[in-house]
Structure formats: C-alpha cells, structure tokens
C-alpha cells in the first residue's frame, strides 16, 4: 500500500524530478564507481583505503559533469571496515557539493526497526551516509521496505528496488509464478508507490538489468506504468550495448538510466581518458 503524500524539505525537490532534470540536461548515464580490486591494481595502486579515495575522487572529477548520476558499489568499500565507510562518507560528501546525484548500490533488505535502521543511515538528513538514493531488496516482501519508501519521501530522496536482475541466479525467484510472477508484483508494487509522487517521474525505481532480453515480454512486464526510473545494470563490458536498451525496455526506455562501470574505469586512471569512454557511452545511448 502507497504511503501517503509527503513534501520533502523545503528548497528540495523530489528524487524523481532532479534526477529527471539531470538526465535531461546530461543524458540517461549512470557510471558505477566499482574499486574492484583488479581494478586499483590496473591503475597502479593499492588495495587500501587510501588508493580508494583516490580511485573514487578521480572517477567522481572524470564524470561528474558528464552523468546523470554515480553508483558507489558500496560492499567494496565495506571490504576495507571503518576506514572504507569513512572514504564512502566522503566520496558522498564530494558528489552532493559538486551537485551530482548519488545512488548507493548496498542493495538492503529486511523487517521492522532492522529496515528502519537501515533506512535511517542511507537516508535521514544527518546522516554521514545519506545518499540520493539506495538500492533495496525486496525478497522479504515489498511492503517491508515500507520505512525506506517513507523516509525517501519525507526527504526528497529515492529508491531503487530489485526487479528483473541479469545473474542467472535470479531467474529461481524473480520468475517464479509466470504471469503472476514475483519480478511483475513488484512492478506493480512500485508503480502503486509512485502514485504519491506528483510530476512526470517518481522517486520508486527498479533495477532491472540490462542483459534480461526477453524477460520483460515473458513475464509481462509493463515498465511504462511505473512511472519512475529504470536502472540498468550492465551496459558495455557485461555485453548490452545501448541499441539493446532500447529493444529491451521500448516504451519506458526515456526512464531508463543506462549503468557503466568497467567498460568506462578500465579507461582510467588518466582523467580525459575516462572522460573520452564516459562520453562514447553517453553518445550511444542518446544516438538510439
């Protein structure tokens, strides 16, 4: 059941509108800032909390001014304890005074004052981890996320609710139930949600992978109705170019943001570089 209508803090918008802003004025791009280890290594630096500030802060220079918004991969900063929460505050910290929305890819999940929590540090004003938006899991029931839906709205910030996922795991679950399945409750479920969000987006997205192909005819998916955004993992190096987007997602495609990692930060550590791979991603998502 959709939470009731709640404005959030005055001088700040919905999620869903400046995030529709920011694709219209930069373009529905999404770069993932994933310190995979192999990766700091690539770019000649260590496995260490200082190499990942490095690493973040120079992704975050690269193409802050290029896309739509950025994906910090949170559990590779959890993997490096207090001193990776502590890079991941200020890699926040930096992307919201340079004016770029952040989506916090932690993927959480659970009931009662345990979701409350978890609500609470990704999205309460005041919080060192307080970001644009956050990636839940649905699997214990959309309806308990119910404190993240609530404290989304009350502070003009978003979530992003897994949908549709590319790992071939995900098929067990999220399409069980065929034309009834899991995967289409929770669009329905979402796109409910949006309805106590007034302009052309919501501030409930989905995640929905890129590579899911015909998933999304099979099982009846109807993306359209949801009204909110679309993050699609897996665009470049796990195989989707943007011409598959647009096949995949047809109608909806206008809300959806294209999401890159490897295939732009193995461009790096050198600044343009990264710029030059951001921007041919940019140019094939807006060219189809």
Known sequence: MAGPN????????SFGSRLGAAMAARGPLCVGIDPHPALLKSWGLDDDAAALLRFSLTVLEAVGSLAAAVKPQVALYERHGSAGIAV???????????????????????????????????????????????????????????????LAAEYGRGVFVLALTSNPEGASVQHQGGSDSVARRIVQAAAAENGRYQGAMGSVGLVVGATVGSALEELQLDLAAVRGPILAPGLGAQGATPADLRRTFGGAYSRVLG?????????????????????RTLDGLRAV
């Open 6 to 13: 709640t404005d959030p803090p005055a001088g700040r918008e």
């Open 88 to 150: 991941l505050e200020q890699v926040l910290a930096e992307a919201a005074g340079a004016g770029v929305l952040t989506i916090a890819d932690a993927k959480r999940g659970d009931i009662g004052s345990t979701m409350a929590a978890y609500a609470d540090a990704w999205l309460r004003d005041g919080s060192s981890l307080a970001a644009d938006s956050v990636t839940l899991s649905p699997y214990l029931g959309f309806e308990s996320l119910r404190p993240a839906l609530d």
């Open 259 to 279: 999401t890159s990692s490897r295939d732009i930060l193995g461009a790096g550590p050198d600044v343009r570089a990264l710029q030059d791979a951001a921007k």
